[in-house]
């Protein structure tokens, strides 16, 4: 257990339905980071804050998605509209400075 | 385009024999790499980073090597254990610290 706490663990939903993950990182750690992976491969960078600012977006972060961090704690990821490419595992990872990141266990999310 | 990859997508190897776990990296702008491990439903776990001011780092029965020359990295793991058993992924920072790129990964399996 790295201290980064991920919900839910799994999400199912049907196609065209909004969903929301919550990601707690540590708690003395400034930075937190988006990620998705698909099966078979490493994960893929979707965005980043430093405390609450979000500084750093992916392109594959695209108009569906929005990522917040309101008080520089905790953060959600929304996907409006989901559609069964987004399936995937989404990862949180937090860091205090510019090196580790430690990871949290991922939210699994099916699309029907 | 300029990407993160490895050599071989499985490696098997005994119990007790020594593991190297290669990655090819085609960033030069890259100076900050880590190693990770990830088992099955869990989030990437920190094994050992290195930086590009240095070609050996070691850690507990692990050491990395870096050859910037050839854009090289390997993960060598002595002594392997069955609970090394995973995918292990190298991850490159391209220059940014902010968006680190991660390669397919590399699944090792340990005999006993």
């Known amino acids: 257990d790295t201290g980064v706490s991920q919900d839910p663990r799994h999400k199912i939903t049907k196609r065209g339905q909004n969903v929301t993950f919550r990601c707690d990182p540590i708690?003395?750690?400034?930075?937190l980071y988006w990620y998705r992976q698909t099966l078979g491969q490493g994960p893929e960078f979707l965005t980043y804050?430093?405390?609450?600012?979000?500084?750093?977006k992916s392109r594959l972060l695209s108009d569906r998605f929005s990522a917040e961090r309101p008080k520089g704690s905790f953060s959600t990821l929304e996907i409006q509209r989901t559609e069964q490419g987004d399936s995937a595992m989404y990862l949180c990872?937090?860091?205090?400075?510019?090196?580790?990141?430690?990871f949290g266990p991922g939210t699994r999310l099916t699309v029907l | 385009g300029e990407s993160v990859g490895l050599h071989l997508p499985t490696l098997s190897v005994q119990e007790g024999d020594n593991s190297i776990i290669n990655c090819a990296y085609s960033?030069?702008?890259?100076?900050?790499f880590i190693w990770y491990k990830q088992e099955s439903g869990k989030g990437p776990q920190f094994i050992i980073d290195?930086?590009?001011?240095?070609d050996k780092r070691q850690g507990q029965r692990v050491t990395v090597l870096l050859n910037k020359t050839v854009k090289h990295l390997s993960l060598q793991i002595a002594a392997t254990q069955p609970g090394d058993s995973a995918v292990y992924f190298c991850?490159?920072?391209?220059?940014?610290?902010?968006?680190?790129?991660f390669g397919a990964g590399t699944r090792l399996t340990v005999k006993p």
């Open positions: 804050f430093q405390n609450e600012a979000q500084l750093e």
């Open positions: 290195i930086r590009s001011n240095m």
């Open positions: 991850a490159e920072n391209g220059g940014n610290n902010n968006d680190m790129r």
């Open positions: 708690s003395e750690h400034n930075r």
């Open positions: 960033n030069s702008a890259s100076d900050y």
């Open positions: 990872a937090s860091s205090y400075t510019q090196n580790e990141q430690f």
